[in-house]
């Protein structure tokens, strides 16, 4: 991010005690804040929390977040219901107004101009992102309530330079303009009135917004005996080339894909097959980045063996039309693919910021553990795509259910792609059984049964579906029931401990 101070940066987790002290020092934020909330701002808008370093220390910080001004960006609200009780949960990638929470410069450092610094930082990442305003709900701490006297007229007088207030002046001085009291914005009313303050991007660009849907394929994909590498090519260019007929934005391929390779290999145990196969990462990835830059679409090729020294771990591989390859492994392993292919689950998980949405990938056996879907969720996934390999009903049902569920407790699209057919030259990846969807929340906005789509069961197809990320923003702020604004941190809470993503593969 480009900052007219070299000394302010992005904050980040190293930065949370001293962050806390800072923060909670001025009234009336004495004591809001606690480490879990600046960890959840940093989950959902990490662009906008900031801070200052003076010798070492934090002198400064601002905590913001991007909203929806709807028809009355001025409206009477509370800063609970403005901050998702100072959660940021309700940050809106697709808000046209950037929100400052709090800005706190220690006293120190006032007459160094860090605030000015700070507000400059935030205006220029309103330009960066395209937003229409910013908007800072400031504290009245000079006015007293005299007799007589009106927070309106108040104001005036120090627009007009009869008086001075801390706050008001401040943000008056850095080009904001007054729109509005705000008269019941903190719970307890001892703390006084605020004032909307309004500093209006000059280079906003009228824009189609982000856009608000995307297509998606999945691809349900029958097994069979190969003879060669270039089989599998062809196979795979197909459904690609259909998918991007259909002017999809992402194709979705099932789990372990590449299994198909193993029914012409020599090697007939599953552990020296599995081992031969993770010799193909390079000849995958190089189809897969060509189809991707070709078709100008994202693929999700399914999952694949990947050697890391003497460790192999299940991986999905996300690549994108310009090139870039984003992994991720396999974090929960089932017993039969320890077993029999000695595979182990990875560590980290990620959302990859695509050129259409947000996603994240789970791997089958992940979405049957809902911790995972809801950390997606929470670092922003607007979709989650899953690769599955099942070889009976009952397992497929498992997958089912559970990214069923994930799609209702999260308030988040999921897309499923799976195997279909035998392949009887392949050990342990014999008989194949799937019914791939895209699944939706359970509310109004979608379907009536939370399908978007779905394919015929055990038929070798290609699904395809327009995913509404607008009916997904309106479910999740105005929904029916409110999974994802009415979950319980004070009562059940999960903290993450995932490592970062491994180097390349050994190859």
């Not at 804040?33 to 910080?61: D, M, T, Y």
């Not at 903190?186 to 309004?198: C, I, N, Q, V």
């Not at 056996?365 to 989650?384: C, K, M, N, S, W």
């Amino acid at each position: 991010m480009s900052n007219p101070d070299p000394g302010i940066r992005t904050a980040t987790r190293t930065d949370c005690d001293p962050l806390l002290d800072l923060v909670n020092a001025p009234a009336p934020a004495r004591g809001r804040w606690s480490a879990e909330h600046l960890r959840s701002h940093q989950r959902a808008f990490p662009e906008g929390q900031l801070v200052v370093e003076r010798g070492g220390e934090i002198v400064g910080a601002a905590l913001s977040l991007v909203v929806s001004g709807g028809r009355d960006p001025y409206r009477e609200h509370s800063w609970a219901g403005a901050t998702d009780d100072g959660w940021f949960r309700n940050h809106d990638p697709y808000g046209d107004t950037l929100y400052l929470a709090q800005l706190t410069v220690a006293p120190e450092a006032r007459a160094g101009g860090v605030g000015k610094r700070v507000i400059e930082a935030l205006q220029e990442l309103a330009r960066r992102l395209n937003l229409r305003r910013l908007l800072v709900p400031a504290h009245l701490s000079g006015f007293d309530g005299e007799a007589g006297l009106t927070s309106e007229e108040y104001v005036s007088q120090v627009e007009a330079g009869e008086r001075s207030d801390p706050s008001l002046s401040f943000y008056l001085g850095q080009e904001f303009v007054f729109k509005t009291v705000l008269r019941r914005f903190l719970r307890s009313d001892e703390r006084g009135d605020f004032a909307l303050l309004e500093w209006p991007n000059p280079a906003f660009r009228s824009r189609a917004r982000k856009p608000l849907s995307i297509r998606v394929s999945c691809v349900q994909y029958r097994m069979r005996k190969l003879e060669d590498f270039s089989g599998f090519e062809r196979q795979v260019r197909f459904f690609v080339d259909v998918a991007a007929a259909y002017g999809s934005d992402f194709v979705l391929f099932p789990e372990l894909l590449t299994a198909q390779l193993m029914s012409y290999m020599e090697e007939k145990t599953p552990l020296q097959a599995i081992r031969h196969l993770t010799e193909f990462t390079e000849q995958v990835d190089a189809l897969f980045v060509e189809l991707a830059r070709e078709f100008q679409v994202s693929i999700v090729g399914g999952s694949h063996p990947i050697r890391y020294g003497e460790r192999i771990e299940n991986v999905a591989t996300l690549y994108l039309p310009n090139g870039t390859v984003h992994r991720q492994p396999k974090l929960h392993v089932t017993p039969n693919e320890h077993k029999h292919w000695g595979i182990a689950g990875g560590s980290s998980l990620q959302v990859f910021q695509t050129p259409k949405a947000k996603v994240g990938i789970l791997i089958c056996y992940d979405v049957e553990f809902p911790e995972a879907a809801r950390y997606l969720t929470e670092q922003g996934a607007e979709v989650i795509f899953v690769p599955f390999c099942t070889d009976d009903r009952q397992a497929y049902l498992r997958v089912r259910y559970c990214a069923q569920a994930r799609a209702v407790e999260n308030q988040v699209y999921v897309a499923l792609a799976g195997t279909v057919g035998n392949l009887p030259d392949a050990e342990n990846m014999d008989i194949n059984y799937a019914q791939s969807a895209v699944l939706s929340p359970s509310d109004f906005a979608f379907a009536r049964d939370g399908i978007l789509v779905e394919a015929g069961l055990n038929t070798e197809t290609i699904i395809t579906t327009d995913i509404d990320f607008e009916a997904l923003r309106e479910a999740i702020n105005e929904g029916s029931v409110r999974p994802r604004h009415d979950r319980r941190p004070d009562l059940f809470r999960f903290e993450a401990h995932l490592q970062p993503p491994r180097e390349e593969p050994d190859v």
